[in-house]
């Protein structure tokens, strides 16, 4: 599986943006599928995760109840609706799966996007 993360931009605090994560390949739906971001200067985190068939999903606490995460294995995507955005949640946005489940520790993935710039201005 290749993924290709989009959608990222620039947008005032408040506002909205939704990333889209496309996976080329057959076996997208055996991936456990999670949203990384790293804003300069810190360490790569864990914002949010999916399970293979989108039953379970998972937050970062900065990010509860403000983005969420979700899947559509018959289009091969995952997506992360972002709302109500902060400044300090401008970051290059990552995506990434794994057969397995999902994880918080980005060294359990296997596979990873390019990365997509969010910029969120106050």
């Known amino acids: 599986v290749q993924l290709q993360a989009s959608g990222g931009g620039s947008v005032q605090a408040g506002g909205s943006l939704r990333l889209s994560c496309a996976a080329s390949g057959r076996a997208f739906s055996s991936y456990a599928m999670g949203w990384f971001r790293q804003a300069p200067g810190k360490e790569r985190e864990f914002v949010a995760g999916i399970s293979q068939t989108g039953r379970n999903e998972y937050y970062a606490d900065s990010v509860k109840g403000r983005f969420t995460i979700s899947r559509d294995n018959a289009k091969n995507t995952v997506y992360l609706q972002m709302s109500s955005l902060k400044p300090e949640d401008t970051a290059v946005y990552y995506c990434?799966?794994?057969?397995?489940?999902?994880?918080?520790?980005?060294?359990?993935?296997?596979?990873w996007g390019q990365g997509t710039l969010v910029t969120v201005s106050s």
């Open positions: 990434a799966g794994n057969q397995i489940v999902v994880f918080s520790d980005s060294n359990r993935y296997d596979v």
